[in-house]
């Protein structure tokens, strides 16, 4: 019984803080909220047994993208628009699509048939994926860690802030003044 309130708890969680980073208008909010859904999938799938997956969404996904994501979205100069809120015109179509989707899923959900519940406690999976990770795969392992190490060092030189050179200032050095 405890298992199942923990199950609703967890999913409680992840589905209203879901609802929020969609109905947010604001981006920090929305940044934020994702932080509980995605805490909230841990928990699910820590429940489920699933430790390696648990592990990896709350370090890769809660530590380090979306801590990326609300620092790239605070850093940011984002202009206030005095605009006046579009209407229904993109709400309605949105709800009724999502209600299509709902259906379908729930259609897939009901219509399937599941496997009884094991009743015994789950096998531990970390320790063959990190067996796999450091044997098999240790060369896509480490191309992968290059090709992210690039991407940071790109995105660090794109969004650094020029100083301004010597040339661009006017003066040859010698404090006169070059007359163009």
């Known amino acids: 019984m405890s298992g199942d309130l923990v199950f609703y708890g967890f999913a409680l969680l992840t589905v209203l803080s879901g609802f ?9 909010h929305a940044a934020f909220s ?14 489920l047994g699933a430790d390696f997956l648990a592990v990896t969404q709350t370090v890769v996904y809660i530590g380090g993208i979306l801590v990326l994501v609300i620092f ?3 850093m940011t100069r984002i202009p206030r628009s005095d605009a006046p809120r579009r209407g229904l015109d993109r709400a309605v179509p949105a709800a009724i699509l999502s209600l299509l989707a709902f259906a379908l ?3 897939v959900i009901v219509g399937t048939r599941w496997p009884e519940r094991a009743t015994g406690a789950p096998e531990a999976t ?11 795969f240790v060369f896509p392992f480490e191309y992968a860690s290059l090709v992210l190490l690039a991407a940071m060092v790109g995105a660090a ?23 163009p």
Do not use: H, K, W
Not at 126 to 136: P, R, S
């Open 20 to 28: 929020f980073v969609v109905a947010s208008r604001n981006v920090v």
């Open 34 to 47: 994702l932080l509980f859904t995605l805490f909230g999938v841990a928990g699910l799938y820590a429940q």
């Open 72 to 74: 790239a979205v605070m």
């Open 105 to 107: 899923v729930y259609m």
């Open 126 to 136: 970390v320790a063959e994926i990190g067996t796999g990770l450091m044997t098999t």
């Open 157 to 179: 030189i794109l969004i650094r802030e020029r100083a301004p050179q010597e040339d661009d200032c006017g003066d040859d050095g010698d404090g006169t003044e070059v007359q």
